[in-house]
Structures are given as C-alpha cells and as structure tokens.
C-alpha cells in the first residue's frame, strides 16, 4: 500500500489497465463510490470486447432502475478515466488474469494503490510483465509460483463470470459468489449453452447489429434466458431485447420480479403457449427442453420470424414413436422398447433437422453437454444461409425416411406446410 501523490498514483494505475488490455489479460474493471452528479448512477463496469475484429472496451453504467451500455477504444477510455477517477469516483477495481488492484481516494486526499495475486488464477506470463513495470510493488509473485508447470495452473476458460448478479440471484452461486454445488450442472450447462451460442454468434455477425431480438420459448426458471440476455448486453455491449414465453404464469412473475429486482432492462417474460406466439422480427430462437412438439411449435416460429440463429434442445419425442412402423429387417432391434424410443427420438430430431436445412438453415446435431450432467443433452443449432439454396433434393429425402418408417405426420412438417 502507498500514499504518493493522486497523479502518481492514477497514471501508474492507468499503465497497468493499458497493459493488461493490450496483453488480453483484462478481466474487469469497475468503478465505485460514485459522488458526482447523477444521482441515478451507482457504478460503472468495464469488460474487454471484440466488435468487427475491433478490442473495444464496454462500459455497463449501472443505475438505481435501469443499465445503458456504451463501447469506446481504450483511448477514449483512458481520457475518461483520467476525467473520473477521484473526482467523480472514489474506488477503481481492476481485476487481470494474474492481478487484483484497488485503487482509492480517501475523504483526506490520499490516494492508496492495493495490488494483490489473483488468487483464481495464476498466469505467470503476465505476472512477469507486471512485475518489470511496477518498481514500487512490492508484492513480488513467490518463487515456487514461478516455478509452477503452465498447464497446471490454467484455469478452466468460462464463458459466463461467476461473478455476475443473475447468477445469485437465480440461486446458482452463493452469497460469496461460489457455486452451490447442488447447481454445478446447471452451471455447466449454461456455460456449454452460452459457448455454443457465442460461436453462432461470431459465424452470424449477429453482434454488430444495432438491436438484437431474442424469444426463449420454455423458458421455464430461465436460466438460459437471463445467461443469454447478461451475455449479449453486458458481455458483448449490444443492445438486447429478450423475450421468454412460458406457460406457467407463477414462473413467469418470478422471472419478471428477479429481472426488475436486478434492474435489468432489455428482458421480459410473458404467460403463454409458444402455439400462439404472435410472429414478430427475432434475431435469435432459443427452445431448451420445451416438451415435445412444443419444440416443433418454437423452430417454426423461430423459421417464421426468419431468425438468424435457432438452437434447440430436443425433450421427450412423444409424436413420431407410436407412428413407427419397424422395417421388418430391424424388428428384431426395435422390438426392445429402449431402441424403439432411441430411434423415435432420432427419426424426430434428424427431420427437423432436415427440415431446417429445406428452409434455408445450415443445421447441426450434437451433444451439448456430456451425459453425465444431463439426459437432455442433444442440440440442434441452425444458421440461417445467406445464400438461398435449392432444396428439392432435401424434400426427396424427408419424404423417403418417412415412407420407410411409416410416418404419417410430423409436427414441424405440418406447420411448415399450413404456415400458420
Ligand atoms: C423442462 S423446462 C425447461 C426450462 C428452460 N428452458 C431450461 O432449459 O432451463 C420446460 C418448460 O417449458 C414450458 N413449456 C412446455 N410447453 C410449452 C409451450 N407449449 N409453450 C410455452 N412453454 C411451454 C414448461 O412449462 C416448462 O417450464
């Protein structure tokens, strides 16, 4: 800890936030104690984001009722730095890979500058670069710290911070913002959910739009719905509406209570079957474990609406398996009831698949999450083409699987069919 003069202070702690911005170690910044002129404004948060191959900085100002995103280039950022802190804010947390520094302005006019390890992680690369700027720290990284294999020390990469708000409150982390272990799957899932999300994102260039609009249908506790909307509005700085749509009218004022409790603009829930959906304009369709066709209903609305991204995952596959007519060269295996559901289960989701690849979806189907935190660990995620392709040969296809099973209908081809 040392007391020097503000500007020594502030332009030291300006060079260690340029740092580790440039070395993409930067985890967060926030700014706190606000005593300016706002009387909404509590604080400011600070990420790391990367928009059209640009690193930019998002800046989440947080005020009592609602949150307003703003993005600059780390030279704007720093000018407003320099304007800010000890005037308007009193407290500055820069959170790295490698290190925690506080930076604080005392009623008295003292200016204390704390650096510490981050104990979560070790990255000893950083550490060293760190350590070769600061001449005044003494907190040197402990030898047996140098000496530790790389590899050992890498923690996990997650897409969601376990330090975010919704996440407490959704009962996933504890007060101390650690993980109730009675959560770890939920946590995991929503992790793999988002990571699969952001690479669809990136493919799609979804994030450069001005607003993007999201429908979750199911959402049930919306776990999802809540990773998804904090992901895209507080993650990668854009403008957001989430809709969930749920049956359950007590989950869905739960779920409106926890977003206004959290001043969460930008998400709301609304009581109803995904069937009656009014069709508006969305970017992104989300449909996890809503029961059987439900998830028929949601990827056509999902088609309808011309949404760019539609990721699903498949839950009980009631429909089809009662319509099978086992070709008699596989009785013998689908006379066991277990292989009858697992073939329902593929027939079903590949000609949704099928189906989203007819209308216009590069379509992929793949295990999400591994089986030991879920059963319902299947996805299909669609991609909207940009280039309009010829489909009759996909048609040929879906007809001749259903022939040869003996499907007489299924859900999504009929919807798709009356278009309604
Ligand atoms: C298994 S939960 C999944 C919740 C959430 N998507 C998740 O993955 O955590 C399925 C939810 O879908 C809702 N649901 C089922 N059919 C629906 C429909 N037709 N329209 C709207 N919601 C539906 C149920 O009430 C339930 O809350």
């Known amino acids: 800890m040392t007391t020097v003069p503000a500007t020594h202070e502030l332009e030291q702690f300006l060079t260690y936030i340029q740092q580790v911005f440039n070395d993409s170690s930067l985890q967060r910044l926030v700014l706190s104690k606000y005593v300016g002129s706002d009387t909404e404004l509590e604080r ?105 294999p790389l590899a050992h020390d890498k923690k996990k990469h997650r897409f969601v911070e376990q330090s975010r708000p919704y996440l407490r409150e959704l009962g996933i982390t504890d007060n101390n913002g650690q993980i109730i272990p009675a959560m770890s799957r939920k946590w995991k899932q929503i992790n793999k959910f988002i990571e699969v999300l952001s690479s669809a994102i990136d493919s799609t260039g979804i994030a450069h739009r001005e607003e993007v609009h999201i429908a979750d249908f199911g959402s049930g506790k919306a776990y999802l719905t809540f990773a998804v909307h904090d992901y895209l509005s507080a993650q990668l700085g854009v403008k957001t509406q989430v809709t969930g749509v749920e049956l359950r009218q007590p989950l869905v004022d739960l779920c409106n209570q926890t977003a206004s409790k959290l001043c969460l603009s930008g998400i709301q829930f609304e009581q109803g079957d995904v069937q009656h959906f009014a069709v508006r304009g969305i970017n992104i369709m989300i449909a996890l474990h809503a029961c059987d066709t439900a998830t028929d209903y949601a990827i056509h609305m999902g088609i309808r609406s011309g949404a760019e991204i539609i990721m699903c995952s498949p839950c009980c596959h009631k429909q089809i398996r009662p319509q099978l007519k086992s070709p008699s060269l596989l009785e013998p295996i689908l006379h066991h009831g277990i292989h009858l559901g697992q073939e329902a289960e593929m027939v079903t989701d590949g000609l949704r698949a099928l189906l989203l690849e007819a209308n216009g979806y590069d379509t992929q189907v793949f295990e999400f999450i591994s089986l030991e935190h879920t059963s319902k660990n299947k996805m299909i995620l669609a991609q909207k083409r940009k280039i309009a392709r010829d489909n009759s040969a996909i048609l040929l296809q879906i007809k001749a699987i259903k022939e040869f099973y003996g499907i007489t209908e299924h859900c999504l081809e009929r919807l798709l069919k009356d278009n309604v």
């Open 44 to 148: 400011i948060t600070i990420r790391p984001v990367k928009i059209k191959d640009e690193s930019l900085l998002s800046f989440l100002y947080e005020y009592r009722t609602r949150h307003i995103t703003k993005n600059h280039p780390i030279t704007e950022a720093v000018a407003l730095w320099q304007q800010w802190l000890g005037q308007d804010f009193k407290n500055a947390h820069l959170l790295s890979d490698a290190w925690e520094i506080q930076l604080s302005f005392s009623k008295k006019g003292k200016v204390l500058l704390n650096k510490h390890r981050n104990k979560n992680t070790t990255n000893n690369a950083t550490d060293e670069s760190l350590e070769h700027d600061n001449e005044n720290d003494k907190k040197k990284p402990l030898a047996h710290d140098k000496q530790k």
